[in-house]
C-alpha cells in the first residue's frame, strides 16, 4: 500500500514539474527528454515494489509453512502423549480388575469339623478369580495393591448340642468379622462382610473356630467372596 502510494505521488509530482517547465517555456525536446526520465523512474520504482511485494510474500509463504510444520510436529506429540496415556490407564485399570467368589467344595457333600484346633478353610470350587489374588491350593487371598477391600462370608450346618456353626475373616492372623450360629437342632446358617484397608502383601483367609461343624453340598451354602472396592496411594 505504501509503494503504490509511492508512485501516486511521484506521478503528481511529475504533473506539477512538467507543468512548471511549460510554464517556463522548456522546448518540446526538453519536455519530452524529461517526460522519458519521468517514465524511466516509475518503471524502476514499479520493479523496486514487485520485487519487495514478492519478497514479502516468499517470507510471509516461508513462515506460514514453518507454522505449519511446527503444528503438526505439536500434533504428532501430543497424539503420541495421548496414546502413551491411554495405554497406561489401559495398564492401570487392568491391574485394579481384583475379585474372586468361591465355594468351600468343588464335588460332593459332607460336613468339615469339628477339629480340636482353628484351622484355614480351603476354598476348592472358584467362581471368579480375576487378578489371580486368591489362591485355591492355600485358602489365603494375598492382597496386590493397596486399597479398600470387601470381604463376604456365608455359612451352613446343622445344629447340635455341642458343636457350633463358626468362621472368621482373619487378616494377618487377627480376627476380623465372625459369622456364628448355634443351636441344638436344625439347619443353621450365618453371614458377615467387612471392609478392610490392605497393604501390599497383606493376607485374608477364612477359619473354621476350634469343635466348629459345616456342611457344604452342590448348592453352596459356604462361601467366600472379595474385591478391591478402590486403591490407595502407597
Known sequence: MKGWLCTLLLLETFVFVVQQQIDGGLTLRELTATVTEQKAE????????????NKK???ISALTQSQVEELRKENREMSDFTRSQVEELKKENRDRQIAFSTSLMESGSGHVGPFTTDITLIY??????????????????????????R??????????????????????????????AH?????????????????????VHVRLGTN??????????????????FPLRA
Do not use: C, W
Not at 516509475?42 to 511485494?53: H, K, Q, S, V
Not at 456365608?154 to 475373616?169: A, D, K, L, Q, R
Open 212 to 229: 466348629s461343624r459345616i456342611y457344604d453340598n452342590h448348592n453352596n451354602h459356604v462361601t467366600f467372596s472379595g474385591y478391591l472396592l
Open 124 to 149: 476348592k470350587n472358584i467362581f471368579t478369580n480375576i487378578g489371580n489374588a486368591y489362591n485355591p491350593i492355600t485358602g489365603v487371598f494375598t492382597a496386590p495393591l493397596k486399597g479398600a477391600y
Open 57 to 59: 510474500t516468499d517470507e
Open 151 to 180: 470381604f463376604t462370608i456365608s455359612v451352613f450346618g446343622f445344629g447340635n448340642p455341642t458343636n457350633p456353626t463358626h468362621i472368621s475373616i482373619m487378616k494377618n492372623g487377627k480376627i476380623a468379622v465372625m459369622a456364628y
Open 42 to 53: 516509475i518503471r524502476a520504482l514499479e520493479t523496486r515494489l514487485r520485487e519487495e511485494l
Open 183 to 203: 443351636q441344638n437342632q436344625g439347619s443353621v446358617k450365618a453371614s458377615n462382610g467387612v471392609v478392610l484397608i490392605l497393604e501390599v502383601g497383606d493376607v
